[in-house]
C-alpha cells in the first residue's frame, strides 16, 4: 500500500495550509490515520491521529488550530491547519495501517505505510 501526500508549501504565519494523503493498492480496509512531523533535529511526533470511529487525539501544541478527517470512500486523510506558527515548520508525513488483499482466496495481510513526506514552511 502506498501513500501519496501532498498540499505543503510556504506559508506567513497565521496562515493556514490543507494537506491531504491518499492510499493506493489492494486496500482492503484502514484502520488508523495518522500525521507526524519532523523538523530539524527533532524526532518525528505524532501530530494527530482519527480512527476508524472518528475518534480524534490531537498533540497539545495543535488542539484548537488543526483538524484532522477522513474520506473513507477515497482511502484520504486530510490535515487542516489554521493560525499555522512558525514552529509549526517541519517535514510532515502521513501514516496509515489496515489490511490489504493479496489475492482471491488468499489471506489478507496486515500493513503499515507511510507518505513520502511534504515541507511545511510558516515564516514570521
Known amino acids: 500500500v502506498q501513500l501519496q501526500a501532498s498540499g505543503g508549501g510556504l506559508v506567513q504565519a497565521g496562515g493556514s495550509l490543507r494537506l491531504s494523503c491518499a492510499a493506493s493498492?489492494?486496500?482492503?480496509?484502514?484502520?488508523?490515520m495518522a500525521w507526524y512531523r519532523q523538523a530539524p533535529g527533532n524526532e518525528r511526533e505524532l501530530v494527530a491521529i482519527?480512527?476508524?470511529?472518528?475518534?480524534?487525539n490531537y498533540a497539545d501544541s495543535v488542539k484548537g488550530r488543526f483538524t484532522i478527517s477522513r474520506d473513507n470512500a477515497r482511502n484520504t486523510v486530510h490535515l487542516q491547519m489554521n493560525s499555522l506558527k512558525p514552529w509549526d515548520t517541519a517535514v510532515y508525513y502521513c501514516?496509515?495501517?489496515?489490511?490489504?488483499?493479496?489475492?482471491?482466496?488468499?489471506?489478507?495481510?496486515?500493513?503499515?505505510?507511510w507518505g513520502q513526506g511534504t515541507q511545511v514552511t510558516v515564516s514570521s
Open positions: 493498492g489492494s486496500i482492503f480496509s484502514i484502520n488508523s
Open positions: 482519527i480512527t476508524s470511529s472518528d475518534i480524534t
Open positions: 501514516n496509515m495501517d489496515g489490511t490489504y488483499s493479496t489475492g482471491t482466496f488468499r489471506p489478507r495481510r496486515d500493513f503499515i505505510s
